[in-house]
């Protein structure tokens, strides 16, 4: 299972971003997926969260500026970002809690390689 996300970038306070995470590999079944971000110095912190039934959670800090969805044909997760803040800075990185083909009784927590989002002042 490979998790591969894209889409960061710099762009200016006030502006937006949309990041993707492409879930691929012997994929039986996906029980949560979600977002993470790393500023430099800091430890890494929950973004955004989505289940499987569709129930969903957002940072205190993102909360109203930040929307996580799902097409689940394409497991494909976005997180659209709007009204982004220079605090907003850091790599983004996806998160699947993952049942494989390989031991279908067994979720794992799989991660995508992390995408750098720098919003300028």
Not at 17 to 24: I, P
Not at 89 to 116: K, N, R, S
């Amino acid at each position: 299972v490979q998790l591969q996300a894209s889409g960061g970038g710099l762009v200016q306070a006030g502006g937006s971003l949309r990041l993707s995470c492409a879930a691929s590999g012997s994929i039986l079944s996906i029980h949560s997926q979600g977002w993470y971000r790393q500023a430099p110095g800091k430890q890494r912190e929950l973004v955004a969260s989505l289940t499987d039934s569709g129930a969903t959670m957002y940072g205190a800090p993102v909360k109203g500026r930040f929307t996580i969805s799902v097409d689940k044909e394409k497991r494909t997760l976005f997180l659209q970002m709007n009204s982004l803040r220079p605090e907003d800075t850091g790599v983004y990185y996806c998160h699947g809690l993952i049942a494989d083909m390989i031991q279908p009784l067994q979720q794992h927590d799989y991660w995508g390689q992390g995408t750098l989002v720098t919003v300028s002042s």
